[in-house]
């Protein structure tokens, strides 16, 4: 950024409250917005931090009719919940409000008739589907019918979840209404839309030209829309949830989601501002003062509606500010799988504050580590163990234990005098003078990723400087020089409390307890002096602990317990099969057999070669694709169900007298079928 501002809007995407966190969201959004935040407040910047519930849209009220409770119900839930997650986790917003608010209420329905007055928005009559029998438009989530790409019958009427499609509702096939079941009919309905085409231009200069700056996902989609030709944009849905049209005629018509959420910034400022003005002074600054920076932290999938539509409505009220940058995230993976809020594909965050107490710092970190800048990344529980026990026990809370237990057993935890430098010790310190300018550098262009990587250099630096001096051999003759040593250890780790400070709150507290330090200040990051000789060290202990297999082996057991769960959800028996005549059945020649032996086919991996007594005194062999689902030595000995009537085939070779029957479960596996008690072999099934 060229120019120099007064202060710092920092708003992070609006959380959608049906639903918890998760660490998709704390990647994507929340957690590089409050690691900047913090950096901004460590400079003595003047910065607000604006966050809060998305609580209006269809899906809140899907899930209430499902619950049989009131979409009110459902937000306040999960409001509170969301709101105590992020405080918990150490997400250090200003204000966490929501868009139930009279606050928000209100600004957004002024900030609508405003643009209606002015003749901003156009009105325009379109065919909609209208449910008869309960007597509503439907939205695109109320309807559902076939995919016209891959033909899955449950797509959605904005989207094909099985493919991925973006649909429109009139391209299903068969479409249904969600609320009673019923066809839906095309009747026509009025509503108010934002001309997005006469702002292209303006939309080309502003980001094309202006921005080059910006994330390239950023500005590449940005790219891509605008060199299409932009359409009309509904700002009103025919809805009874969210915020009524403040105008004449549109009973039954509510403010379209996209339009009042990102106002939610504003009115959440606004509710700050007006309960301390003292401190935060006119909420009008912090949106409409040339002198103000405003950034927008979110995911790539809102990419669209802050730098297009949010701007655009903006530029249409008039008087507002518009954003700098937009530094969004690509989206994090969770074991090599799509995080998926409908399938519970997720690490929840109110979930992990309760499964690993006291270990926020541990996924701030790995989170930053495998932060999404620039292209999807991926969480694995193996990781997140590797880097806690290699990096964050190893590297930084090694380094730390060091310098502090060395400390405490040479000079009784004081902080002991800097003697006469040698070279080991120039070149530590030249190591390690300029982590303020790095870092800044990495911060000030949103590359947090790279900024933490820096930051734990210092710890690896301490760590090799230790270790090159050995102070517990050098103690025994030059007592003097481990003094030296110390100091400069120390002030190493008084260093790695200031750098991690926006990373890694809680350590870093922790950190400065230990150091019996109160408060750094981030113009001080990079100095040799930061302890003073003879300053008393707090009892030090471990800063980060070991995270053993067992712990880890739960969470891969809960996210294997979802998948289970997830099959089991989405089987659905196949249909039987039309009715044969009783003589059919008798034709079949159904029989229990004894497995004596049991093993692999040679060079065909689904096949397994059965020896079988089917009690006529001649061993029966039977080939079954059953080789998948079981070892060998766990059929041996069981009884099984087979067709001994059935025309022998040749199998890789091996002539197949018969088939053993199997029942296909709800994941796809077979499941070969016995009998409860002991039946001779031979015997028939009747």
């Known amino acids: 950024m060229d120019k120099k501002f007064k202060r710092t809007t920092v708003t992070a995407a609006l959380p959608y409250a049906n639903g918890g966190v998760h660490i998709g969201h704390l990647a994507g959004v929340y957690v590089p917005a409050d690691i900047y935040v913090r950096y901004l407040r460590l400079k003595k910047e003047d910065v607000i931090f604006i966050g809060g519930s998305d609580e209006h849209g269809v899906p809140i009220t899907i899930r209430a009719k499902k619950e049989g409770v009131t979409p009110q119900d459902i937000v306040d839930h999960y409001h509170s919940m969301i709101k105590k997650s992020f405080e918990d986790f150490g997400i250090s917003f200003d204000v966490y409000?929501?868009?139930?608010?009279?606050?928000?209420?209100?600004?957004?329905?002024?900030?609508?008739?405003?643009?209606?007055?002015?003749?901003?928005?156009?009105?325009?009559?379109?065919?909609?589907?209208?449910?008869?029998?309960?007597?509503?438009?439907?939205?695109?989530?109320?309807?559902?019918?076939?995919?016209?790409?891959?033909?899955?019958?449950?797509?959605?009427?904005?989207?094909?979840?099985?493919?991925?499609?973006?649909?429109?509702?009139?391209?299903?096939?068969?479409?249904?209404?969600?609320?009673?079941?019923?066809?839906?009919?095309?009747?026509?309905?009025?509503?108010?839309?934002?001309?997005?085409?006469?702002?292209?231009?303006?939309?080309?200069?502003?980001?094309?030209?202006?921005?080059?700056?910006?994330?390239?996902?950023?500005?590449?989609?940005?790219?891509?829309?605008?060199?299409?030709?932009?359409?009309?944009?509904?700002?009103?849905?025919?809805?009874?949830?969210?915020?009524?049209?403040p105008v004449e005629g549109a009973d039954g018509k509510v403010l379209y989601v996209w339009f009042d959420a990102p106002i939610g910034y504003i009115s959440n400022t606004k509710e700050l501002c007006d309960k301390e003005p003292e401190r935060w002074g006119s909420w009008e600054k912090w949106w409409k003062d040339d002198d103000t920076r405003l950034v927008h932290f979110i995911g790539k999938d809102n990419i669209v509606f802050h730098c297009l539509i949010f701007p655009t409505m903006l530029k249409a009220h008039g008087g507002y500010i518009l954003p700098d940058n937009v530094p969004a995230n690509e989206f994090l993976n969770l074991e090599n799988d799509k995080i998926s809020t409908s399938r519970n594909w997720a690490v929840w965050l109110h979930e992990y504050l309760v499964d690993m107490p006291g270990k926020q710092d541990v996924l701030r970190y790995v989170l930053t580590a495998n932060a999404p800048e620039t292209k999807d990344n991926n969480f694995t529980w193996k990781d997140f163990q590797e880097r806690n026990n290699?990096?964050?026990?190893?590297?930084?809370?090694?380094?730390?234990?060091?310098?502090?237990?060395?400390t405490k057993k040479y000079w009784e935890g004081r902080v002991p005098a800097c003697g006469e430098l040698q070279d080991v010790d120039r070149r530590a310190i030249e190591e390690f003078k300029d982590v303020k300018q790095k870092v800044e550098n990495l911060l000030n262009n949103f590359k947090f990723r790279d900024a933490q990587f820096e930051a734990m250099n210092l710890a690896r630096i301490g760590n090799r400087y230790i270790t090159e001096c050995e102070p517990w051999k050098v103690w025994k003759t030059d007592p003097k020089r481990v003094e030296t040593i110390l100091n400069i250890s120390l002030q190493l780790v008084a260093n790695l409390s200031?750098?991690?400070?926006?990373?890694?709150?809680?350590?870093?507290?922790?950190?400065?307890?230990?150091?019996?330090?109160?408060?750094?200040?981030?113009?001080?990051?990079?100095?040799?002096?930061?302890?003073?000789?003879?300053?008393?060290?707090?009892?030090?202990?471990?800063?980060?602990?070991?995270?053993?297999d067992d712990v880890i082996a739960k969470q891969l057991q809960k996210l294997e317990d979802t998948k289970k769960a997830n099959a089991a959800a989405s089987y659905k028996a196949k249909d039987i099969k039309p009715n044969l005549p009783f003589e059919d059945w008798e034709k079949l020649d159904i029989r229990v057999g004894h497995i004596l032996n049991c093993e692999k086919v040679k060079k065909a991996n689904k096949?397994?070669?059965?020896?079988?007594?089917?009690?006529?005194?001649?061993?029966?062999?039977?080939?079954?694709?059953?080789?998948?689902?079981?070892?060998?030595?766990?059929?041996?000995?069981?009884?099984?169900?087979?067709?001994?009537?059935?025309?022998?085939?040749?199998?890789?070779?091996?002539?197949?007298?018969?088939?053993?029957?199997?029942?296909?479960?709800?994941?796809?596996?077979?499941?070969?079928?016995?009998?409860?008690?002991?039946?001779?072999?031979?015997s028939q099934v009747c």
């Open 498 to 548: 200031i750098v991690f400070e926006p990373f890694l709150p809680f350590s870093s507290k922790d950190l400065r307890a230990m150091l019996n330090i109160d408060h750094f200040e981030w113009n001080q990051l990079g100095s040799t002096s930061l302890l003073e000789a003879g300053h008393q060290l707090a009892e030090p202990h471990l800063l980060f602990e070991k995270i053993e």
């Open 390 to 406: 290699n990096e964050l026990v190893a590297v930084y809370g090694n380094f730390v234990n060091r310098a502090l237990q060395l």
């Open 97 to 245: 409000s929501r868009t139930t608010s009279e606050t928000h209420n209100r600004l957004a329905s002024d900030f609508f008739r405003k643009l209606y007055d002015e003749g901003k928005l156009v009105e325009k009559e379109t065919e909609q589907y209208y449910d008869e029998d309960a007597h509503q438009f439907l939205a695109d989530r109320y309807i559902v019918g076939e995919c016209p790409h891959c033909h899955n019958p449950h797509a959605y009427g904005d989207q094909c979840e099985k493919c991925g499609s973006d649909l429109s509702p009139m391209e299903l096939i068969n479409p249904h209404s969600t609320i009673s079941g019923s066809k839906p009919v095309i009747r026509k309905t009025k509503n108010w839309y934002l001309p997005l085409n006469e702002y292209q231009d303006w939309l080309k200069q502003w980001i094309l030209e202006g921005h080059k700056e910006w994330r390239p996902n950023v500005y590449g989609q940005c790219k891509s829309w605008l060199d299409m030709d932009l359409q009309p944009r509904a700002m009103t849905r025919d809805l009874d949830w969210g915020i009524p049209v």
């Open 607 to 682: 096949l397994l070669k059965f020896t079988l007594d089917d009690g006529s005194g001649t061993e029966r062999t039977i080939v079954s694709g059953i080789a998948k689902y079981y070892e060998p030595e766990q059929l041996i000995g069981k009884d099984v169900l087979f067709i001994a009537n059935l025309a022998p085939r040749k199998l890789m070779g091996i002539e197949s007298q018969g088939m053993i029957l199997s029942a296909e479960n709800f994941d796809g596996s077979l499941s070969v079928t016995t009998t409860l008690d002991g039946v001779k072999p031979g």
